[in-house]
Antibody, heavy 126, light 111 residues
Framework: QVTLKESGPVLVKPTETLTLTCTVS??????????VSWIRQPPGKALEWLAH???????SYSPSLKSRLTISKDTSKSQVVLTMSNMDPVDTATYYC??????????????????WGQGTLVTVSS | QSVLTQPPSASGTPGQRVTISCSGS????????VNWYQQLPGTAPQLLIY???QRPSGVPDRFSGSKSGTSASLAISGLQSEDEADYYC????????????FGGGTKLTVL
């Protein structure tokens, strides 16, 4: 049974750095063609992709947030960590982690989020 | 403003067929596969359609997906009240070193 669970602070102050942890079970962070991504959703708004890390440690970031994000993983602990610096009230959102299944073929890049965590609401306020 | 364009709302009566469109560009939908996610009220999104037209196990065959060029569509036939949710399309985008792009979401109301 695949599960993902986000953890971290519910409230951060402006300019602080947010650190979120995604703890996974039911699969290994070293499994081929898999990875973990972070996605956020401001209240009442659309989903926004933030970053991913693949099993081979390949990382990718949202172009608009790249300078503020760092993603890493600890395979032995089954955890993926996302840090976001210089938090602002507009970063208030529910933050989700999700498992990625991915591969390439002649039709392009197959990339999907097949399991999601429940999400954690982070509020940025002084 | 989202990279993929979806209508903000859609509606239908029970039993009807509704479609939701998703428009992109050559760097995303035109080059890679499209996924659809369903987000029921107050819950996390869940995978509904992957690789343009594939259903994960457990998803009813009332849901179907298609892709043509730089656009994709989600069709729901035999609409049911429990289908009332937000629907998002997503795809990998090859530009700017590669990243995932989502649509702005479509809120489906079952009248």
């Amino acid at each position: 049974q695949v599960t993902l669970k986000e953890s971290g602070p519910v409230l951060v102050k402006p300019t602080e750095t947010l650190t979120l942890t995604c703890t996974v079970s039911g699969f290994s962070l070293s499994a081929a063609m898999m990875g973990v991504s972070w996605i956020r959703q401001p209240p009442g708004k659309a989903l926004e992709w933030l970053a991913h890390i693949f099993s081979n440690d390949e990382k990718s970031y949202s172009p608009s947030l790249k300078s503020r994000l760092t993603i890493s993983k600890d395979t032995s602990k089954s955890q993926v960590v996302l840090t976001m610096s210089n938090m602002d009230p507009v970063d208030t959102a529910t933050y989700y982690c999700a498992r990625i299944r991915h591969y390439y073929d002649s039709s392009g890049f197959y990339y999907r989020f097949d399991y999601w965590g429940q999400g954690t609401l982070v509020t940025v306020s002084s | 403003q989202s990279v993929l364009t979806q209508p903000p709302s859609a509606s239908g009566t029970p039993g009807q067929r509704v479609t939701i469109s998703c428009s992109g560009s050559i760097s995303n939908i035109g080059s890679n596969t499209v996924n659809w996610y369903q987000q029921l009220p107050g819950t996390a999104p869940q995978l509904l359609i992957y690789s343009n037209n594939q259903r994960p196990s457990g998803v009813p065959d009332r849901f179907s997906g298609s892709k043509s060029g730089t656009s994709a569509s989600l069709a729901i036939s035999g609409l049911q009240s429990e289908d009332e949710a937000d629907y998002y399309c997503a795809a990998w985008d090859d530009s700017l070193s590669g990243h995932v792009v989502f649509g702005g979401g479509t809120k489906l109301t079952v009248l």
